[in-house]
């Protein structure tokens, strides 16, 4: 069967295995032949055996037959007005999956998506509205990455902040994590990378025993549960009660700040109610907030300045009750639909 996932989601360590399970003769087989497969596939970005110049004609031939173009049929971008870059992917059973490219100077940052859909439906989220569909496989969670760097060149920082709850597909999250930060990969760093959660409590107990110092956003929006039950269904399963205790646990154990991400909502979540539960919340251990304005395609630009100014009056009251780790993040990508929750309301025509 040709599919490059065949070689793509396998260790150095996993790739003379599978050699054999597929019929290369074991004797033939040397260690070199899957570090060398794994640096083609994941540092130089190569899906031709052909030009593994480094491993045997044998055992390029052999691989030939096994190697496709990869998880997508289809890629196509288009870039918004502040530099940033969405990306769509189609998928062999014809889903579409975006990602976005987000430089700012020296740093250059990937959004990935980890589903199709996603099962949680928060309120202000396009993706939720579509409702859970599938995971995406390891493959298709790094060649969103690949197919990125192939055209914009080296990237600093990944966030697992796209479609999807990453949580959700824990396995193939984590894989992907592992291959993106292999000294024989890209080597981006773990600590360059952000998980994006609404709050997964036996998933979070499963990534502390990993001892991973990956970075954790979490969907937060509002520190009084029955008003974050309204916007982001998962308080119900997984309320902040439980949860909070253990991203505390969780900053004890891996030093990584947690992030609250807050996207602020006139008139649902900006009161001074809402900024004295936010304050308890935070209050005494090492965390921080973004507030993110709420993205809504159709606002005019009046709504939009409300919005914004909505956003800093609710920062103020903040800064008033002595939180001081708050900063305002305005979304990249608006204009196209990249923004902070709109991933799935636009889809991509730009050119491939």
Not at 226 to 236: N, W
Not at 263 to 268: C, E, F, G, Y
Request: proline letters at 5%; glycine letters at 6%.
């Amino acid at each position: 069967m040709k599919d490059l996932a065949t070689f793509l989601e396998l260790f150095p360590e996993e790739v003379l295995a599978k050699a054999i399970d597929l019929g290369f003769p074991e004797e033939a087989l040397r260690a070199y032949y899957g570090v060398n497969l794994f640096s083609w596939l994941h540092s130089r970005l190569e899906k031709d055996p052909r030009k593994f110049s480094d491993l045997p004609k044998a055992f390029r031939e052999f691989l030939s037959p096994h190697f496709d173009d990869g998880p997508f049929t289809e890629v196509r971008h288009i870039t918004a007005s502040d530099g940033a870059k969405k990306y769509a992917f189609r998928c062999k059973d014809g889903a579409w999956i975006e990602s976005v490219y987000i430089p700012a100077g020296k740093r250059r940052t990937v959004c990935l998506s980890t589903q199709v859909g996603c099962r949680w439906g928060c309120r202000f989220c396009y993706t939720g509205k579509m409702g859970f569909v599938r995971n995406l496989s390891t493959a298709e969670i790094l060649e969103q990455a690949y197919e990125i760097i192939r055209r914009e060149g080296k990237i600093t920082h990944l966030v697992y902040m796209g479609m999807g709850e990453p949580l959700d597909n824990y396995e193939a999250v984590l894989r992907s994590i592992r291959m993106l930060n292999h000294p024989k990969g890209q080597n981006i760093g773990i600590r360059r990378m952000t998980i994006s959660t609404v709050g997964i409590i036996p998933a979070i107990e499963r990534l502390m025993a990993e001892r991973l110092q990956v970075n954790l956003a979490v969907s937060l929006h509002s520190a009084l549960p029955e008003v974050r039950a309204e916007l982001v269904p998962a308080e119900r399963a997984y309320p902040l009660k439980r949860l909070v205790p253990l991203l505390q646990r969780y900053y004890a154990l891996t030093h990584r700040q947690i992030t609250f991400e807050y996207v602020v909502i006139p008139d649902v979540n900006d009161d001074m109610r809402s900024a004295r539960a936010l304050a308890r919340l935070v209050r005494g251990w090492d965390c921080k907030i973004n507030l993110i304005p709420q993205n809504i395609p159709s606002a005019s630009s009046r709504e939009r300045k409300d919005i914004k100014q909505r956003t800093h009056s609710f920062y103020r009251r903040l800064l008033s009750l002595g939180i001081t780790k708050v900063t305002i993040r305005f979304s990249r990508a608006l204009d196209v639909g990249g923004a902070c929750g709109l991933l799935g309301s636009k889809m991509v025509a730009g050119p491939p």
